[in-house]
């Protein structure tokens, strides 16, 4: 897997890059597994913009992710490797031993043709998926579950894993990528590896179109604005914030401003915070 680079033959061209997707399964993706996403634009039901610079976009359809990886003991094989436009990893088609299809994420070096499997007697081998408890110390993991049977809900975007670093009172320690320590319940699920496409974050985009084909707007500096629109417009020329920081267009403060809600009842559950020593 690498990056791709274009001959600069047009001023997009010339800065622009992409994956190499040469080893994905050149298929149409499994039907059954296909299901329609109807677009918001960032709207509410009552037509109000609640997130804002989204909308356009080219259309496409949500492939249904097996998250929970809850069909245990049986062998799977992989049909093959495929580009998801909803997310930064690929996904791999499995086919189990009873003929039932499901995609999964597909880890980092897993190619078509291999064998995953879910259970306490997987081996330990990129794809399986098990129980933390049943883990040697040391595992590399990603789609980790934070409630039992719930299915995976972190680690799960590209290139990222999460490192079992202990096992203690029904509660496995692990180290997330942000570099945080959390205990999840050792009866979670997780599978093993690293996350496909790694070179996700390598890519540059080259111009402004390709933005906009994945549904993102322009989004316009509060400097340049009127003072009724942001609290950082108006002024003759260039002018400073004015204020003792930078702040949203509703006034709060933004850049670094902690959202995380005080006493929240995970707490508990992070042993060392993200950018702590």
């Known amino acids: 897997m690498a990056i791709k680079f274009y001959k600069p033959t047009t001023p997009g061209r010339r800065g622009m890059s992409c994956v190499d997707y040469s080893h994905l399964s050149k298929v149409k993706p499994e039907k ?5 996403l109807k677009k918001h634009a960032g709207r509410s039901a009552g037509g109000e913009i609640t997130v804002r610079h989204k909308g356009g976009g080219n259309r496409r359809k949500y492939r249904i992710i097996d998250f929970r990886r809850n069909k245990l003991d049986m ?3 992989v049909l093959t490797l495929e580009y998801d436009p909803n997310r930064t990893s690929f996904i791999a088609l499995v086919e189990y031993e009873d003929g039932e299809k499901r995609y999964i994420i597909a880890p980092d070096k897993l190619k ?3 064998t995953v499997r879910s259970g306490k007697g997987a081996d330990i081998k990129i794809g399986n998926a098990m129980k ?6 040391g595992t590399v993991v ?4 934070l409630q039992p049977g719930k299915g995976g809900q972190f680690v799960r975007s590209a290139g990222n894993s999460a490192q079992l670093m202990a096992k203690e009172n029904n509660m496995a320690l692990l ?5 945080e320590l959390r205990n999840v319940p050792a009866v979670c699920m997780a599978t093993i ?8 974050g390598n890519v540059s985009y ?3 179109g390709r933005m906009r084909h994945m549904g993102i707007k322009p989004t316009v500096r509060g400097s340049v604005m009127n003072p009724c629109d942001h609290p950082h417009g108006g002024g003759e020329g260039k002018s400073p914030v004015g204020r003792p920081g930078p702040v949203t267009p509703w006034g709060k403060p933004a850049l670094g401003y902690k959202t995380r809600k005080p006493n929240k009842s995970s707490d508990k559950m992070i042993v060392k915070r993200r950018g702590k020593k």
Not at 132 to 137: E, G, K, V, W
Not at 175 to 179: A, D, E, I, T
């Open 206 to 208: 080259g111009k402004a």
């Open 175 to 179: 180290r997330l990528p942000s570099g």
């Open 75 to 77: 062998d799977a094989k």
């Open 132 to 137: 933390l408890m049943d883990m040697p110390l």
């Open 193 to 200: 590896g690293v996350v496909s496409n790694p070179d996700h």
């Open 32 to 36: 059954s597994l296909l299901t329609p």
């Open 142 to 145: 990603h789609n980790i579950e």
């Open 112 to 114: 078509v043709g291999d």
